[in-house]
């Protein structure tokens, strides 16, 4: 396996793990009842749905150091946070 099919598979890897955030809608459907605060009740979902954003927000930073290599090889300047320097005004 080449070095930029190993870099494609682990992007795609991240990138399919970062769909784990689909079912925290429905995790978080305690949080907008009115009552989750003041009432009894299992925070449990919440903390699941806590956990799964963490994941999610890992699987971001992953998917763009992964790919940074690849863009890079492409087009340095694009890569870069840096801008290029300006031409001086005539």
Do not use: C
């Amino acid at each position: 396996m080449t070095p930029l099919r190993k870099t494609a598979l682990v992007a795609g890897v991240f990138y399919v793990l970062s769909f784990v955030s689909i079912p925290t809608l429905g995790l978080y459907a305690g949080v907008r009842d009115a009552s989750y605060v003041v009432g009894p009740g299992s925070g449990t979902g919440v903390i699941w749905g806590a956990v799964l954003e963490m994941i999610v927000a890992l699987a971001g930073i992953g998917t763009a150091v992964v790919l940074y290599p690849v863009v890079k090889r492409q087009n340095a300047a694009r890569a870069s946070w840096k801008r290029p320097p300006s031409s001086p005004a005539s």
